[in-house]
């Protein structure tokens, strides 16, 4: 009967389906409506550029209007992918300039886009909307300037975290006066200094402002300029946080504050002046987003009083800062032992999990919370523990996605996690030491996260650390059926870890491995498995040369590619030659030409 | 932040020694520290009666970790030892005789586990923040201009004693009778490193652990010697009341 329907009514009803895998699986469903979908597909989502090529992007969907490409394997975030890997955007705005595609909507995450890219992307679109990068690299505010010039409609421009040139240009003075449609500025991640008087006339024309994200180089007069501008904002990006705090600014700042009813997000403080947090007191009523994570050094407890303002959080980004080194002194004038030291710690870790206790009992509405660790050059700030992370549990039944970094954990506490929050989807824990024990009974972790799996029936995403054996994979295979990435670190014993995960995750997508001991066996084992996923990475483990090239040759349709680095860049290596990186991934296209000396597809 | 912290607020079984480095001489005074204390660790501190003013916060965070120093003393409670943390598993703090050592807090077995490639893993974006730069002015008495260094750039006052050789390349580090000192090679002018804390006092330079020498000094100056003698007893009176 559905074959009697005409297209227009088919192309109307696939109008109410938005997301790209319910779009995919209206388009497996017969000929017609593939045809139908193909050319109402506005928005294309690739999570592997290479998976796909421009031309066949567009030549299947050549009424694209908005395309969201993810470059660089996830490992690249912690410098395990050397620089010139790949990821270039370049390619994807040439072919759609080319071929005239109406594109109005660009969101990238870790690729490299250059300040060439930026200028054709803004020359060939003239109803380009929306730039979106996140985690990129490659460019500079020249790029910048040029889209802030060009894009005479431009709604969107979001930087986030990204490795930007500051060229010291004034990119931002490139926007003209007749740009008045911006809804959503971030610019945080730049370092240099933008003109203010630029930026406040351009909140000023711009009424449908609803997100803005200062960089640090904005100093709070200027906020509390665009503040008093820009009543009607819903997220908001402080800058620089410094000031007098009984200065006639921050009291202008606190009353402009007050009148901003609507901002439900706030992030920024990348440099602050703790006393002069209480000017956002008036919002926090009615925060749902709080990222504090950024902020160095506000100690914990003007942390908390913040926090214990905000009742409606719903996602939560913080650190907890105590510096150690004043309390060493504090003490005593003469060395502290090793004990000494050690149970000051103890009682700092106390005071960081603390924070989370107050965290626990302020925010009831709390979903996402993400905890990073306060002390990476091991200047003796100390941290959060388990009992932080039960606290959350306990006081905070709506969360269900959480990222923490803590100096120990225990299988209890795990356990009683799991019991209290069924609901996580996404659950990332990473201890600072990669393979630390249960800090109480010495066993490996592995119970706690099959706790975790068990009950946890909706999880898409886990990353595990601490000590663990293969029994944590045999859990996660028997009972993580929802789960689509898996992130392991120093983990397991033998390839049967390995085998157990990809044999029983049937929904699995993204596999990543570090220094753990899976060899050929494990990689060998279900080669078709890999077609079903987006990609694998392994480095550090025991896969071997030769197995990496049976595997090449079993399965044409992955690039299964070796990435060498330093010196022994031999011509051939050995088979039985062990292999430090390897990425595979899925694809449609063959081997990628842009691939640099050190990377090579088998 | 800064706190002035007046002992006699504090709970009677707990005993703390407070001191301030004196500059120049190498004798300590008992004395006002200020230092950047939160006022939660005021409440740790209390005793189990809670004699401390309430919590400004809304939950309740009072603690029953009663604190006393490590095996007691004064009847003091022990206090309530959680497991011991596995990492960091052995501390070591070389401190107070050589100007060369830094508090190092960081375990043995951290200075091996931080050169893990991308562990703990956190995009370089975010490390970066952690990671502060701390430039500072410096003055050579007698020259026309002054020079910034990043302090967080060096790992301990030898590092930044060479520096100041290379960037002031009159001045030469050299082994006066088991010390080092910087002089002016062409007239043979002793200079002494100084620099300005963030209680505006003018401290020698190397007596202090090298992280807190980072935190606290906003300039450095290189005092000519015969200037310094002068300088001890300027800074002696300095501000700062002694409370014994």
């Known amino acids: ?602 | 932040m800064l706190v002035d912290l007046d002992p006699s607020c504090l709970p009677h079984k707990f005993q703390v020694q407070i001191f301030k480095f004196a500059p120049l001489g190498r004798t300590y005074d008992k004395g006002l520290i200020q230092c950047d204390l939160p006022s939660c660790v005021e409440m740790t501190m209390g005793n189990q009666r809670n004699d401390l003013p309430d919590s400004e916060y809304s939950g309740s965070l009072k603690t029953e970790l009663t604190l006393a120093l490590p095996g007691g003393g004064g009847g003091a409670q022990a206090p309530k030892l959680r497991p011991k943390r596995g990492f960091p598993e052995a501390v070591n703090l070389n401190l107070g005789t050589s100007s060369e050592d830094e508090a190092s807090v960081i375990t043995q077995s951290s200075s091996s586990k931080t050169q893990v490639v991308g562990w703990p893993p956190v995009r370089s974006y975010r490390k970066n923040i952690m990671k502060s730069c701390k430039f500072v002015k410096v003055a050579v008495d007698g020259a026309p201009y002054l020079r910034k260094v990043d302090l967080e750039i060096y790992t301990g006052y030898q590092q930044l004693l060479a520096a100041f050789e290379e960037m002031f390349t009159c001045l030469s580090i050299c082994d006066v009778l088991n010390e080092r000192k910087i002089m002016d090679s062409a007239n043979g002018t002793e200079y002494v490193p100084t620099y300005e804390d963030k209680d505006e006092d003018w401290m020698l330079v190397g007596d202090v652990p090298w992280k807190m020498f980072v935190e606290s000094c906003k300039r450095l100056r290189l005092m000519k010697s015969s200037e310094a003698i002068g300088l001890a007893s300027k800074t002696m009176s300095s501000k700062g009341s002694n409370i014994d």
Request: charged share 20%; aromatic share 10%; with cysteine.
């Open chain 1, 1 to 602: 009967m559905l074959n009697y329907f005409p297209e227009e009514v088919l192309e109307h009803v696939f109008d109410f389906v938005t997301s790209h895998r319910d779009r995919n699986a209206v388009s497996l469903v017969c000929k017609s409506w593939y045809s139908v979908e193909r050319f109402s597909r506005e928005k294309v989502f690739i999570g592997n550029c290479y998976a796909v090529n421009p031309e066949r992007v567009i030549a299947r969907f050549p009424r694209v209007r908005s395309l969201t490409l993810k470059g660089k394997p996830h490992f690249a975030d912690f410098n395990l992918v050397p620089p010139d890997w790949g990821g270039y955007v370049y390619p994807w705005i040439e072919a759609m300039a080319k071929h005239g595609i109406n594109l109005e909507e660009l969101r990238l995450k870790r690729m490299v886009v250059s300040d060439e890219s930026l200028e054709l992307l803004a020359k060939s679109f003239p109803n380009f909307k929306s730039l979106v990068l996140v985690s990129c690299e490659g460019f500079t505010t020249d790029g910048l300037a040029a889209i802030a010039s060009n894009c005479r409609f431009l709604r969107e421009l979001d930087l986030q975290e990204n490795e930007v040139d500051d060229r010291k240009g004034q990119w931002l003075s490139c926007f003209p006066d007749s740009c008045t449609s911006l809804i959503s500025l971030n610019f945080a991640c730049l370092k240099g200094e933008v003109n203010a008087a630029a930026l406040e006339r351009l909140v000023a024309r711009c009424p449908n402002l609803r997100s803005l994200r200062l960089n640090h180089a904005v100093p709070l007069d200027t906020l509390q300029k665009i503040l008093t501008q820009a009543p009607q904002l819903n997220d908001l990006g402080t800058g620089s946080f410094v000031h007098d705090p009984d200065s006639e600014t921050c009291g202008k700042l606190k009353n402009a504050m007050k009148k901003c009813k609507s901002i439900r997000s706030l992030s920024g403080f990348l440099d602050v002046n703790a006393r002069c947090l209480p000017a956002v007191y008036p919002i926090c009523t009615n925060l749902t987003s709080l990222n504090l994570s950024y902020a160095p050094g506000i100690y914990s407890n003007d942390l908390i009083k913040l926090i214990c303002h905000c009742k409606k959080l719903e996602r939560l980004w913080v650190c907890f800062f105590i510096k150690l080194i004043h309390y060493t002194y504090f003490f005593s004038g003469v060395p502290l032992s090793n004990q000494g030291l050690n149970w000051i710690m103890q009682i700092l870790d106390t005071i960081g999990d603390k924070g989370l206790g107050a965290v626990a009992s302020t925010c009831k509405e709390l979903q996402e919370l993400r905890v990073f660790p306060s002390d990476l050059y091991g200047v003796g700030n100390a941290g959060v523990t388990e009992e932080g992370l039960v606290a959350i549990s306990a006081g905070c039944p709506k969360l269900n996605s959480i990222l923490y970094f803590c100096q120990q954990m225990t299988n209890a506490a795990l356990i009683t996690v799991a019991k209290n929050c069924p609901n996580f989807i996404r659950f990332r824990l990473c201890t600072l030491n990669p393979t630390i024990p249960d800090a109480v009974t010495n066993l490996p972790l592995d119970e706690g996260f099959g706790a975790i799996v068990q009950s946890c029936k909706g999880l898409k995403r886990l990353s595990v650390s601490g000590l663990l054996t293969d029994q944590v994979f045999l859990y996660i295979g028997m009972y993580a059926e929802q789960l689509e990435m898996l992130s392991i670190a120093f983990a397991g014993d033998s390839d049967k870890g390995m085998l157990y995960v990809l044999n029983g995750c049937k929904k699995l997508k993204k596999l990543e491995i570090r220094d753990s001991p899976f060899g050929n066996v494990a990689l060998l084992a279900d080669v078709g498995k890999y077609e079903t996923m987006r990609s694998l990475w392994m480095s550090s483990c025991e896969v071997t040369f030769g197995a990496c090239k049976t595997l090449a040759e079993k399965m044409p349709r992955l690039n299964v590619e070796i990435i060498n680095e330093g010196e022994e860049i031999e011509a051939s290596p050995d088979d039985r030659h062990r292999v430090e990186k390897m990425y595979l991934y899925r694809t449609l296209v063959g081997p990628r030409r842009d691939a640099p000396d050190f990377v090579w597809t088998l």
